[in-house]
Every structure is written in C-alpha cells, then in structure tokens.
C-alpha cells in the first residue's frame, strides 16, 4: 500500500540553526500538508499546499516556516531558525485531487531543539 | 473559539469487547470528520471517515456515527483486539482542507 515516508526520523539540532524537514508524499496525490504534535498534545496544522503554493496556513507558520516541493516527489518544511518552542513531531500528510479523499500520514520527523 | 474534543481520555476494554470512542465538536461549519490511530512512534493512520451529509458509515469492525444535533461524533469497534491499542483522534474539516484534531483517547485492550 502507498504511504507517506519522512526523512529522518529524529533531528536534533541547535537553537537558531536552519533545518529542513523532508517527505516523499504518495505518488498520484496533489495535496500536501505540514502539521505537528508538541508532546502530550494534539496534533496542530500548520500549512497546506496544492499546485505549488500554499493554499492555506495557520498562526504557527510564521515567517520562520516555508514548504516548497523542489521536484516531482518531494516536500520540504524549512525553519529558518529554529526556537526551542519549535521542538514536536513534525507529520507531513497528502491527498488525492478527487476531493473524496482523506489526508494520510507518514510517521513524522522527530525535531528536538537543543 | 470552535474546537473538537474527547470526553473519556482513556478508554480500558477487554478483548472481544465492543468499544466506543466519543468526540463533540462545536463548529458547525464543518462538513467532513475522520477517524485516526496513532501507534506509539508512528503517525496517525487513516480509519474511517464520514461526510455532513450521513449519519452512519461502516468499515471494517469499524463504524463511525454522526448525530449533527448535538455536534456528536463516535468510533464503534467491534470485538475490539489488543492491535487496537492505540490514541484515537477525531479530527473534523470543511471540504478536505485543514483538518482540526482533538487531543486524542487512549485506547487499552486487554487480552
């Protein structure tokens, strides 16, 4: 069965440093998505985007955060520089153009900020 | 602000048991509502999902409910297996946009 695949699992990496979050959405979807879990809480939107631009985003996608889909499989979270608020589990999710479909998950980036 | 939530944090059945999750929302804009699984380390996995427009959807020893009146949502589970173990997210949206989660049940089967 196709699924989502995140690169890595686990990033560790000092605060103010720039990371890149990496996922490799399912094949035919064209709708993709960046959301995160702080520990112990409950899973939090951050952007959407479709035929490349962002379609929609929420109060913590701040000028720190950007996505961008650099080809034909990938998508990328950026944080310019990270905070120590910025440390959760980073879900990259995609969906199909049909519009019945629902979004599926990969299994997240661990981000912990040092 | 309009949000979704979980009644009962943790939920403990015994195997072969029927399950019932619950989930209130309170923004009644919204017209789409799905179900996860979240296994410790992985992401949440698809179960069911229902539309505004139906009360009921079956799946797999799964059936979610939908009562719009009073903003109720539910996750049934037949002859519930300890694999179900897991926190069960509701999650409702508008279209197939952004999805708004809840904080998630516990789910522990014991065999």
């Known amino acids: 069965e196709p699924e989502v695949t995140q690169t890595p699992s686990h990033q560790v990496t000092q605060m103010g440093q720039e990371v890149i979050l ?25 952007v959407s985007f479709y035929n490349n631009e962002i379609s929609e985003k929420s109060e913590i996608f701040d000028d ?4 961008e889909r650099p080809d034909g499989s990938n998508f990328t ?18 969906s199909a153009d ?9 299994d997240g980036t661990r981000l912990s900020i040092l | 602000g309009e949000s979704v939530g979980l ?16 989930c209130a929302y309170s923004n009644s804009a919204s017209d789409y509502f799905i179900w996860y699984k979240q296994e410790s380390g992985k992401g949440p996995q698809f179960i069911i999902d229902i539309r505004s427009n139906m009360d009921k959807r079956q799946g797999q020893r799964v059936t979610v409910l939908l009562n719009k009146t009073v903003k109720h949502l539910s996750l049934q589970i037949a002859a519930t297996q300890p694999g179900d173990s897991a926190v069960y997210f509701c999650a409702e ?5 952004t999805l708004t989660f809840g904080k998630g049940t516990m789910l522990l089967v014991s065999p």
């Not at chain 1, 950026?78 to 990259?92: G, N, P, V």
């Open chain 1, 22 to 46: 990496r996922c490799v959405p399912i094949s035919n979807h064209l709708y993709f998505y960046w959301y995160r879990q702080i520990l112990g809480q409950k899973v939090e939107f951050l």
């Open chain 1, 64 to 67: 720190q955060f950007s996505v």
């Open chain 1, 77 to 94: 979270l950026k944080i310019r520089s990270t905070k120590l608020e910025d440390s959760a589990m980073y879900f990259c999710a995609s």
């Open chain 1, 98 to 106: 049909t519009g019945n479909q629902p979004q599926h998950f990969g």
């Open chain 2, 7 to 22: 009644h009962l944090p943790t939920l403990s059945v015994q195997e072969g048991d029927n399950s019932i999750i619950n």
């Open chain 2, 93 to 97: 949206g508008r279209g197939y946009s």
